[in-house]
């Protein structure tokens, strides 16, 4: 199969808006393998970027190698993310070799361990897929890497339902991309075609993959809990920040959770999703974000549902309306996290009253340890440490306490990611980007022109006891203890 009967394939098949060229490089016709990286998209079911690897490697008649890895430099890294990431990967292990996909994993303790494992493997493939999410340094990672090696390397969307490449520009607002996602989204609600690779591995193949890599894949299919946790123990990580022990980790786990949410919540969730102190929200950002679960999954399972209408909307609308307004916003936009980023009339109002007195200070300690004087926010800043997530519209409000709160905007903005990307377990996603600069004026109007607020939208504490019951909610998170 020569290059050109590949790029026409391509060309012609579905994958197209989700596949990215990285490098422009061609393939390497000598090439032992075709590679896919998994980074974000860490499942074997419904992955497209495996899908394409597959397909690849099916056509040039070759083998597949999975390579998954986890080193300490990722932002916050702590004891929470990686015990997360490696208890999902033991699972991704046993999948993989059920499904007859070659698949390895490798630990990178510390900074000093070999950090050019990919490298390597990338000397001998023929062609590297990879995933493609513009957060968690992932794209900035895989754009490094597709110029140092010497074979072409694609990146490919698993993450969205509507291929991120149908939208070639960072949209307004819910209003503009809501009609666009609709149109596209039973086309592109089919389900990924799960097989394995025709090629199996070779012993002499896999011979050069163990050479190339020269560290030992961690054996995580008959890893206990207790080894799992001796290695996240032994990583050069933030040990303060525990796991989540009552969030189980993986695919097997995020399916149960997404029955449980049509079963026994879907139906109520239009009228219901706001009250914060029962939480009638789907629980499953955490798995979409480390790709454990598809949204295609999610949505077809919420659309074949017996729930009401009403509430399948909703909570459809939020799936892909809100969380695919979010990747967009991160895909489109250079330095989709900063200040600078924000629309023009929101600069504005952010120079006119930057220097506002704020009546109530505090300090980052003082938010991270919950030592405010607002009940409310104090229990939604113990869910986040303590169980990784915030529920939905507490987060909200958690988000504009701090505008209010932090010395400047820019400090508020820093604090915000620096708490969340810290502690919930869906930091760092694109979804967490959009929450945040939502708070700060993203994909809303002028709401007049108030101290501190300026044309912000403003949204108060003392007011949430319209929403749900506060007190509820507080006396649910008040133990302090939680913060240890």
Not at 200 to 226: F, I, K, P, Q, Y
Not at 369 to 378: C, F, I, M, Q, S
Not at 434 to 455: T, V
């Amino acid at each position: 199969m020569t290059l050109h009967a590949l790029d026409s394939d391509f060309v012609r098949d579905q994958l197209v808006p989700r596949t990215t060229d990285m490098n422009g490089k061609r393939t390497l016709p000598d090439g032992a393998y075709v590679l896919y990286w998994m980074q974000s998209t860490q499942r074997v079911h419904e992955n497209w970027a495996l899908r394409a690897a597959i397909r690849a490697a099916d056509k040039v008649n070759k083998p597949l190698v999975i390579h998954q890895g986890l080193d300490p430099t990722y932002p916050h890294a702590s004891d929470r993310h990686s015990h997360h990431i490696l208890h999902a990967a033991r699972e991704t292990s046993t999948c993989a070799e059920q499904a007859g996909l070659p698949y390895q994993f490798v630990l990178r303790r510390t900074r000093d361990d070999d950090r050019r494992v990919v490298d390597r493997l990338a000397e001998h493939a023929f062609l590297v897929v990879t995933d493609r999410f513009p957060t968690a340094g992932v794209d900035e990672r895989t754009r490094r890497f597709a110029e140092r090696v010497g074979c072409r390397v694609l990146a490919v969307d698993s993450a969205c339902i509507v291929p991120s490449g149908v939208l070639q520009k960072a949209e307004w607002a819910a209003r503009t991309i809501r009609p666009k996602l609709a149109k596209l989204r039973d086309l592109s609600l089919e389900p990924v075609e799960d097989r394995a690779p025709r090629v199996a591995l070779s012993t002499d193949v896999r011979a050069m993959v163990d050479e190339a890599r020269r560290v030992d894949a961690l054996a995580l299919a008959g890893m206990s809990d207790t080894e799992i946790a001796q290695a996240v123990s032994a990583c050069d990580i933030d040990h303060r920040v525990a796991p989540v022990l009552d969030f189980v980790p993986g695919a097997a786990a995020a399916a149960e959770r997404l029955r449980v949410f049509i079963h026994e919540r879907l139906p109520y969730y239009n009228a219901r999703r706001n009250e914060a102190a029962d939480d009638f929200t789907s629980h499953l950002s955490p798995d979409l974000h480390y790709g454990h679960i598809a949204a295609a999954d999610v949505v077809r399972a919420a659309l074949a549902s017996a729930a009401p209408a009403e509430d399948v909307q909703a909570f459809v609308d939020q799936v892909l309306t809100w969380r695919e307004l979010s990747y967009n916003w991160c895909l489109h936009t250079p330095n989709f996290d900063q200040l600078a980023a924000l629309p023009d009339w929101i600069q504005r109002t952010m120079r006119a009253h930057d220097d506002d007195p704020r009546p109530e200070q505090y300090t980052l300690e003082e938010l991270d340890e919950a030592r405010t004087g607002d009940p409310l926010w104090n229990a939604a800043q113990r869910q986040l440490v303590r169980s990784g997530v915030i529920h939905n519209y507490a987060r909200m409000l958690w988000g504009k306490q701090i505008v209010r709160w932090a010395p400047t905007y820019e400090d508020a903005r820093a604090w915000m990611f620096h708490l969340n990307d810290r502690y919930a377990l869906d930091g760092r996603d694109p979804n967490s980007v959009g929450g945040i600069m939502w708070c700060l004026g993203l994909w809303d109007r002028s709401w007049g022109n108030k101290p501190i607020w300026g044309g912000l939208r403003p949204m108060l504490t003392s007011r949430a006891v319209k929403k749900f019951d506060v007190g509820r909610y507080v006396r649910k998170w008040s133990d302090v203890s939680s913060l240890a």
